[in-house]
Structure formats: structure tokens, C-alpha cells
């Protein structure tokens, strides 16, 4: 088996050992309520999907299929208890599984730190070759190393010898010429732990199982993925269908398109943005008081953003920029920093000495917390976007409008105005067609990491 395998194996491996430790160390021996219970986590576990070797790619995904198991493993451990007369110490046995829960979860935390590290110093690295059409294989080479994080590195290229100009190297991945034979070469050469298909492929069809089949057979056991071309799709979202001859994928839809979904995700909005606003309510006087001492006018700032499906509404902000900011944008157009439609300026003269504390800090962000709870922002989702972007917007930009704008989304999350606008429209899109509420819970955890390290605020 090789390394990688061994990789993706040890997730399972280590949740299951760490169930049957604590169901073990809460008398799992001495206490039959105790052993279903750790049972019932774990049959939940695999019944469910998330003891699969691969899980841990997905962290939306296998966050979701843990909380699943767990609300499995109850129901059958309360079964057990009414069916056998031990509801006097269900009490304990639910404790019991509410610990094995937490430590699963915290266990893949640490067991994917542990990757990351491992990846940033060159250990544990898994090796990628990458088969098909010049330019769709560099397109998929380069979201395996974005969303690997270090943990793969894509070694080689294999594209078709169709006369077609390529350059020898992309990056630090050599291309090599040639098809099936050269595709089972350049695995074994390269000691990968996988090859990828790029989707449109000369090697898909017959030829993907007979590259399957190779490399399978081979000492090193190489496994073979077929890329979709669904860039946009999270795999949660993917359900393999089969059919005589064929098999297809169905997606889908996006949880933004459910309206029970949406319902959900507006009363998470309120039952964390009201109590924020209660508990914070003295900061924000503190707050509006040093920018009134700071400088002349307000100390909200109100302006016309657009929201879902391209209704406009006032968004509020802590003012942080002089009262003439809005007279002098035009001076300082030819000195924008930012690519696209966006405006973003360093060292913008019009920020006062508050304002640039505040911004540095996102604390300036608080009072849409008050759009929250009116419902024209949820508290996770893509920036809102000034009108004047939205004009200039091209149909896929458009996209961004199909869900509510974000007090913070992953744009914020994935490095504010370090990332230029391509990537921060990857970003929203990704979060747009994928939405869950974990990932947003997800989200909101990164965010405060983002506000403590002030990466890319200014």
C-alpha cells in the first residue's frame, strides 16, 4: 500500500480508536450501556459515510456526516434504553457519546494540522501526475495543489502527442508527451500516490480502465481519480448514479436554492446577531464616542450597497474616513490598488487616525450586525458589493448576487485585500454553490483568526 493510501486510512483508523478509548475509559467494559453506545457511533459512523478514508478532503462535508452519526448513535442508544429498562443511566451513556463526538471532531482538527505541517516541511507530501488536454490539465493541477494546502504536489503532466505547442515544465510539474504507457511510466517514475484524469481526456472511457487496472496492479498501487469538471461543486454535493454500461453523477441543487435551508440559515443569523449586539452594545458607544472626539461628523456611515438578487439596501458601518470621502474618490481613482471593479487604497489619505485603528481591527464592520437583524445581510456570505461594481459585473460576477451579502464570507476569511479580484470571485462562487450551515459555522470560527492575525486589513 503506498503512502498515501496509508494517509487516507489513518483517519478512519484513528476515530476509531479514539471512540472505543473513551467508551473504554467510561467503563465501555463494565457498562453494556456505554458498549452500544460506542457501537452505535461507530456503525453510525460508517453507515453514514464518514469513516470513508477520503472524508477528511471535505471539512463542510464530514463535519456535517459526524453531527449525522451522532444524532444516529442517540436515537439507537435511547431504542436500547427504553427496549431493555436502562433509562435510569441514559444520562451518563449520552455524556459518554457527546464526548466521543467532541473528540472525533477535535481529532481530525488535528489530524489535518498535522498534514498541513507535515506538507509545508516536504514530509508526508503526496504525489500527483495529471493526465489529459494541455490546458484543462494545468486548470486541474493547479485546484489540486489549492486545495491540497501543501499536503500534494503535482509532479508531472502527461498530455496527448497531438502536435500541440507545450511548454516542458508548469510551475515545478515536468509535461511529458504521450498516452496510456506514458501515463503508467511517469506514475511509477515519479513514485505518485495518485493520478488524475482531467475530464475530456483521450484517456477516459476504455482507456481509464485499463489505466485503472495497471497502475491497481501495480507494486506501488497508484489510484486513478477522474476529474468531473465541476470546479464549483463541493464533492457533498456529487452522488455517483449507476447504469447499465455507464455510470453517471448527479448534483444537487445548491442549499441556497431551498427555502427550508434558507430558513435555517436566517434564524442562525438571529440567534447569534441579537444577543451580539446586547453584549456589545457598550463597546459600540465606546466606539461611536472616540470617532466623534476624532474627528467632525458622524459616527455611523451609511451607504448603498446591493444585496441579494440586486436589491438595494443602506448598509452601516463605523465612519472611518473624513466627510468629504465620498467628494474625493474620483482624485484618487488613478492610484486604485485593487484589480476588477474594486477600489482599494494602502495608504488612502481620507482615513482618519480612528478609522484606520477600527479598519485594522474590522471593528468598524459592528454595526452591520443592525442589517443582520433586519434582514438585509446574513452574518456569512460574499461582500456587499457597491452598485457601481455591480454595473460593471459580467454574468458569472452576477452570480454573487444569488445569496445574501456577508458581515463576513470567505473572501474576508481568505485574506481580505491580499487577494486580487479573481480569486475573491472564486471564492464567493465556491460559497455561493456550496453553502451549508456548517461551513458557515466553519466560517465564523476562521473569521475571528482572521480579525486576531489582521491579515489584509486596511
Same mark, same amino acid.
Given at each position: ?11 478512519? %483508523? ?5 471512540? $472505543? ?47 449525522? %452519526?451522532?444524532?444516529?448513535?442517540? $436515537? ?64 486541474? %493541477? ?26 516542458? *515544465?508548469?510551475? *515545478? ?136 438578487? !440586486? ?9 472611518? &474616513? ?54 438585509? &445581510? ?41 487577494? !486580487? ?38
Amino acid at each position: 500500500m503506498s503512502a498515501a493510501r496509508w494517509r487516507e486510512w489513518a483517519t478512519p %483508523a484513528i476515530d476509531a480508536a479514539l471512540i $472505543c478509548a473513551v467508551g473504554l475509559g467510561l467503563g465501555g467494559l463494565a457498562r453494556p450501556d456505554v458498549a452500544v453506545g460506542t457501537l452505535a457511533f461507530l456503525a453510525a459512523l460508517l453507515v453514514t459515510g464518514a469513516l470513508a478514508p477520503r472524508s477528511l478532503r471535505h471539512p463542510s462535508t464530514e463535519l456535517s456526516r459526524v453531527g449525522v %452519526a451522532w444524532l444516529l448513535a442517540v $436515537c439507537l442508544l435511547s431504542l436500547y434504553s427504553v427496549a431493555f429498562g436502562s433509562q435510569q443511566r441514559l444520562g451518563a451513556s449520552l455524556v459518554a457519546l457527546a464526548v466521543a463526538g467532541v473528540v472525533v471532531v477535535l481529532g481530525r482538527a488535528g489530524t489535518r494540522l498535522a498534514q498541513r505541517l507535515a506538507g509545508r516541511r516536504g514530509m508526508g507530501v503526496e504525489k500527483v501526475v495529471v493526465v489529459g488536454d494541455f490546458e484543462r490539465a494545468s486548470t486541474v %493541477a493547479a485546484s489540486i495543489e489549492r486545495a491540497a494546502k501543501g499536503s500534494a504536489q503535482v509532479v508531472s503532466l502527461v498530455c496527448p502527442s497531438d502536435g500541440q505547442v507545450v511548454p516542458a *515544465s508548469v510551475g *515545478s510539474a515536468a509535461v511529458v508527451r504521450g498516452g496510456l504507457d506514458a501515463t503508467v511510466l511517469t506514475a511509477l517514475y515519479t513514485r505518485a500516490g495518485r493520478v488524475v484524469v482531467a475530464d475530456g481526456s483521450a484517456a477516459t472511457g476504455a482507456g481509464f480502465s485499463e489505466l485503472v487496472w495497471q497502475l491497481g496492479q501495480s507494486a506501488a498501487g497508484i489510484r486513478v481519480d477522474l476529474a468531473t469538471g465541476l470546479d464549483d461543486v463541493e464533492a457533498g454535493r456529487l452522488r455517483l448514479v449507476p447504469q447499465p454500461g455507464s455510470a453517471l453523477v448527479s448534483v444537487a441543487l445548491p442549499a441556497a436554492a431551498s427555502p427550508w435551508r434558507g430558513a435555517a440559515k436566517r434564524a442562525l443569523d438571529l440567534a447569534l446577531a441579537v444577543p451580539a449586539l446586547l453584549v456589545l452594545s457598550p463597546l459600540l458607544l465606546l466606539i461611536g464616542a472616540l470617532i466623534r472626539i476624532d474627528s467632525a461628523g458622524p459616527a455611523f456611515f451609511a451607504q448603498q450597497r446591493v444585496g441579494r438578487d !440586486g436589491t438595494l439596501f443602506t448598509m452601516y458601518k463605523f465612519r472611518t &474616513m473624513r466627510p468629504d470621502a465620498e467628494a474625493r474618490r474620483a482624485e484618487l481613482d488613478a492610484h486604485n490598488e485593487a484589480a476588477g471593479p474594486l477600489f482599494k487604497l494602502a495608504s488612502d489619505p481620507r482615513i482618519t487616525r480612528a478609522g484606520r485603528l477600527l479598519r485594522s481591527t474590522s471593528l468598524d464592520e459592528l454595526p452591520q450586525l443592525f442589517n443582520v437583524v433586519r434582514g438585509n &445581510m446574513s452574518l456569512v456570505g460574499p461582500r456587499p458589493a457597491l452598485p457601481d461594481e455591480v454595473r460593471s459585473y459580467d454574468e458569472q460576477a452576477g452570480k454573487r448576487l444569488r445569496v445574501k451579502p456577508g458581515l463576513t464570507g470567505p473572501w474576508q476569511v481568505g485574506g481580505r485585500s491580499e487577494l !486580487g479580484w479573481d480569486e475573491g470571485l472564486r471564492l464567493d462562487l465556491g460559497y455561493v454553490n456550496n453553502w451549508s450551515i456548517p461551513g458557515d459555522v466553519a466560517l465564523l470560527a476562521k473569521t475571528v483568526n482572521a480579525v486576531i492575525t489582521r491579515r489584509g486589513a486596511y
